[in-house]
């Protein structure tokens, strides 16, 4: 898939009013972006949630992939996390950045 069409899911992804841990766990896939192995990516042992979501102002393309295969397994794990973290605006923030990174190199 190349990264216009990646962006334009995604896009579509943020431009829907129900931004839910069940569709964007379908984007990702969608998309072929979903980083199954996401812990070969975070630098924090047991994951430290909030540490690695620091790193989002720097992340590439594919550690943004990581931090929201991350918060969609969190959500697994315990659950109701999703629907914080897009309350807070978190999820948000990675979308943004992905968009960002994905209209920069289309």
């Known amino acids: 898939m190349t990264n216009s069409e990646k962006y334009r899911f995604l896009q579509n992804l943020q431009d ?4 839910s841990l069940d569709n964007c766990r379908e984007t990702l896939e969608k998309i072929g972006d979903m980083k199954y192995n996401y812990g070969d990516y975070l630098i ?10 620091k ?21 697994y794990f315990n659950n109701g996390t ?14 943004d950045r ?9």
């Open 16 to 19: 829907s009013n129900s931004i």
């Open 44 to 53: 924090t042992e047991p994951v430290n949630y909030g540490e690695e979501l």
């Open 55 to 75: 790193r989002l102002p720097g992340a590439d393309y594919d550690l943004c992939c990581a931090l929201f295969s991350m918060i969609l397994r969190e959500d």
């Open 82 to 95: 999703f629907t914080k973290r897009r309350e807070t605006g978190e999820i948000l923030s990675i979308l």
């Open 98 to 106: 992905m968009l960002l990174l994905l209209s920069n190199n289309k």
